[in-house]
């Protein structure tokens, strides 16, 4: 069965809020990790997994515990590469889907995007998450999930 993992330490309360309502809908177990504690909602199907400080670590655990066919919702698009590379499947908060078709060029664009800010060079952040971020995400969550739960 498959199941959805939550880079949670950076996912926006609204897209948690999402994600709850429909892993009690689907019933499909929600794992949501961070290096911190989080307060989930009572339910057989969300959990949460506290992890230790430092780079990446809640990252590398995801990976660690991804199976084929889960998926993962992230902004972190390293993340995202590594889901997708050991099978599974990741969605960003904006309601992006990142496919083997579009997640090379995203890596790339990151990367550079990561060497300008690096030689000083101001490149600005992405917009403030906005109510139709949030119906976008759900939008693709429940088109993502109506592919697979036929």
């Known amino acids: 069965m498959m199941q959805i993992w939550v880079d949670a330490d950076a996912c926006p309360k609204a897209v948690k809020e999402v994600l709850y309502r429909?892993?009690?809908?689907?019933?499909?177990?929600?794992?949501?990790?961070?290096?911190?504690?989080?307060?989930?909602?009572?339910?057989?199907?969300?959990?949460?997994?506290?992890?230790?400080?430092?780079?990446?670590?809640?990252?590398?655990?995801?990976?660690?515990?991804?199976?084929?066919?889960?998926?993962?919702i992230t902004s972190d698009i390293p993340l995202a590469y590594e889901a997708i590379e050991k099978g599974g499947h990741a969605i960003n908060p904006r309601g992006e889907r990142y496919t083997r078709e579009n997640i090379k060029d995203r890596l790339t664009m990151r990367d550079f995007m990561d060497t300008l800010r690096a030689s000083g060079i101001d490149t600005g952040g992405p917009a403030a998450l906005n109510s139709r971020d949030i119906q976008a995400f759900a939008n693709q969550l429940d088109s993502f999930l109506a592919q697979r739960l036929k």
Do not use: H, W
């Open 22 to 72: 429909v892993a009690n809908r689907t019933k499909i177990q929600t794992t949501l990790v961070a290096n911190q504690f989080l307060q989930t909602p009572p339910s057989r199907y969300i959990t949460s997994l506290q992890v230790k400080s430092g780079f990446d670590v809640a990252d590398n655990e995801i990976v660690k515990r991804l199976k084929p066919d889960d998926l993962v």
